[in-house]
């Protein structure tokens, strides 16, 4: 299983920036494709973005196309996720994940970190 750990969370207010960091334990996620999802009080979990493990295919939730970029760096086993003009239902915890077939539900999770964005 591969640790994940999120950074970068925290306050923002409408209309501002924050960039998200994912780093992984081990090289193993080079060959996985590596994404983002959130989940906001009382709603289901929403997959946001996800970049394959080459870095040439991305996919963006219709909510986030425009405003949210996601991007990784192979070296230091990490993956971003660049968030402007936040919204306040971009409020959520965002999750990162790593999945060698880009699954539906990835098999490895990190532990999340809380984005709150205030109107």
């Known amino acids: 299983q591969v640790q994940l750990v999120e950074s970068g969370g925290g306050l923002v207010q409408a209309g501002g920036s924050l960039k998200l960091s994912c780093a992984a334990s081990?090289?193993?996620?080079?060959?996985?494709?590596m994404g983002w999802f959130r989940q906001a009080p009382g709603k289901e979990r929403e997959r946001v973005a996800v970049?394959?493990?080459?870095?040439?295919?991305?996919y963006y939730a219709d909510s986030v196309k425009g405003r949210f970029n996601i991007s990784r760096d192979k070296a230091k086993n990490t993956v971003y996720l660049q968030m402007n003009n936040l919204k306040p239902e971009d409020t959520a915890v965002y999750y990162c994940?790593?999945?060698?077939?880009?699954?539906?539900?990835?098999?490895?999770w990190g532990r999340g970190t809380q984005v709150t964005v205030s109107s």
């Open positions: 081990d090289r193993t996620v080079s060959d996985y494709a």
């Open positions: 994940t790593a999945d060698p077939h880009e699954a539906a539900y990835p098999s490895n």
């Open positions: 970049i394959s493990w080459s870095g040439g295919n991305t």
